[in-house]
């Protein structure tokens, strides 16, 4: 089954702020990243996490907790282009084992 | 421009006949990837590959083979496909511990 859990869908109106969870259950991840993917694209690489505390990258930031395995995705500013699905991943060894969660649709709304 | 490019785009064949779908980096990554993608399931990794000569499976390899005899070549082969390895298909390429770029998909139709 999918070591990292994430919330199916949210939605939120433009210029909301969103937070995405993800819980993992596997322990030694090597950080927890994040990408997002339109329908019909490829996913592209928003942000990766090595260490506790939180990354910001413009309109969105991510945040790691180790002890808690936990992090999540902060999208603030929604903009229409946002509406995508997200994904939090994680590496479980050094040899290039990786791993995804199921996804998380958001969508804004006017 | 760093591009990891898969080809074909969209396939569709009949169960049995023998496939590959290719794929090439141009930024000179050790480790490359195979995932296949399915509805309310995510990404799972199909094969992964450290370095030339260097292959592994990941969570979902049977059905599939790969090769590495080149650093920025990464072929996925299906031997014997069947219907339930329709799916879509995404090669990546990465030098650390995340997954950085991915191709555009290869949607494959196993009839």
């Known amino acids: 089954g999918q070591s990292l859990e994430q919330p199916s869908e949210v939605t939120a109106v433009e210029g909301a702020i969103v937070q995405i969870n993800c819980t993992y259950q596997t322990s030694g991840f090597y950080g927890l990243s994040w990408y997002q993917q339109h329908d019909g694209g490829a996913p592209t690489f928003l942000s990766y996490n090595a260490l506790d505390g939180l990354e910001e990258t413009g309109r969105f930031s991510s945040f790691l907790s180790r002890s808690d395995s936990y992090g999540y995705l902060l999208l603030q500013e929604l903009q229409m282009k946002d509406s995508a699905s997200y994904f939090c991943a994680g590496s479980t060894d050094s040899w290039g084992k990786f791993q995804f969660g199921a996804g998380t649709q958001v969508v804004v709304t006017p | ?111």
């Not at chain 2, 006949?17 to 399915?38: A, F, G, I, P």
């Not at chain 2, 260097?54 to 920025?72: A, F, I, N, Q, W």
């Open chain 2, 1 to 111: 421009e760093a591009q990891v490019t898969q080809n074909p785009r969209y396939l569709i064949t009949v169960t049995g006949k023998k496939l590959t779908v290719t794929c090439s980096q141009n930024m000179n990554h050790e480790y490359m990837s195979w995932y296949r993608q399915d509805p309310g399931l995510g990404l799972r990794q199909i094969y992964y590959s450290m370095n030339v000569e260097v292959t592994d499976k990941g969570d979902v390899p049977e059905g599939y083979k790969v090769s590495r005899k080149e650093k920025r070549n990464f072929p996925l082969i299906l031997e014997s496909p069947s219907p339930n390895q329709t799916s879509l298909y995404f090669c990546a390429s990465r030098t650390g511990n995340t997954e950085a770029f991915f191709g555009q998909g290869t949607r494959l139709t196993v009839v």
